[in-house]
């Protein structure tokens, strides 16, 4: 059985592909993203917790003062920069310039 214009009422199949393809795509990027965003931004949540509990402290602990200074926030690289809350965002606005403009040129 053909899947075609004709079976299905001038609907087919194929013109479903590309649409399904580009959310799926865009609600990866977003998921994934958005993932290390919140990574970045809980682990400095977590550091500043952990030098207000250090400064609330009576006695001061050197090994502490140095497990401390030595955390840095983690970060989760992406090409040449570090994604952060927006970045997903700026992906998906990307990717919908490139394919306008792929449209408009393959129209013209």
Not at 50 to 55: D, N, T
Not at 67 to 86: D, G, H, L, Q, T
Request: glycine content about 8%; charged content about 20%; proline content about 3%.
């Amino acid at each position: 059985m053909k899947l075609d214009e004709a079976s299905h009422g001038g609907a087919g199949l194929g013109k479903a592909v590309f649409p399904m393809m580009m959310i799926q795509g865009y609600l990866c990027i977003l998921a994934l993203g958005r993932m290390a965003g919140i990574l970045n931004k809980t682990s400095k949540a977590v550091l500043l917790r952990l030098r207000q509990a250090h400064y609330q402290q009576i006695r001061k602990d050197a090994y502490f003062i140095g497990k401390w200074k030595s955390c840095a926030p983690i970060k989760i690289r992406f090409a040449n920069s570090f994604v952060e809350i927006s970045t997903p965002l700026v992906i998906l606005c990307f990717c919908l310039k490139v394919t306008v403009r792929l449209l408009l040129i393959k129209k013209v």
